[in-house]
């Protein structure tokens, strides 16, 4: 069965940090980009990050450059997102995606999705 679990959402106080997990079961990610979406309350979801498998190149939104990083461990087929410096407008629910291997992949070309994990930053 092909999936994607995002795990590592919480709690966390402004300025604090995150780390997300993308975990494939089912699927190698080698081939896919694998992108990082969020979702407000009332709000479009949208990208947040991205790594391609072929040359490592990453992606990021504005609103998250300098404080979010992505990565991947092959042997664990698992992407990661690494969340610094957390805001209350980083508050969403943050899902992973793979699809065709190129950053920002667009929307049409995503082929798996996870179920999403909700991160919260609220004193």
């Known amino acids: 069965q092909v999936q994607l679990v995002e795990f590592g959402g919480g709690l966390v106080q402004p300025g604090g940090s995150l780390r997300l997990a993308c975990a494939a079961s089912g699927f190698t990610l080698d081939g896919y980009a694998i992108g990082w979406f969020r979702q407000a309350p009332g709000q479009e979801r949208e990208g947040v990050s991205c790594i391609t498998t072929s040359d490592d190149s990453t992606y990021y939104v504005d609103s998250v450059k300098g404080r979010f990083t992505i990565s991947r461990d092959n042997a664990k087929n698992t992407v990661y997102l690494q969340m610094n410096s957390l805001k209350p407008e980083d508050t969403a629910v943050y899902y992973c995606?793979?699809?065709?291997?190129?950053?920002?992949?667009?929307?049409?070309?995503?082929?798996?999705w996870g179920q999403g994990t909700l991160v919260t930053v609220s004193s």
């Open positions: 995606a793979a699809g065709a291997n190129v950053c920002p992949t667009p929307y049409r070309y995503l082929q798996h």
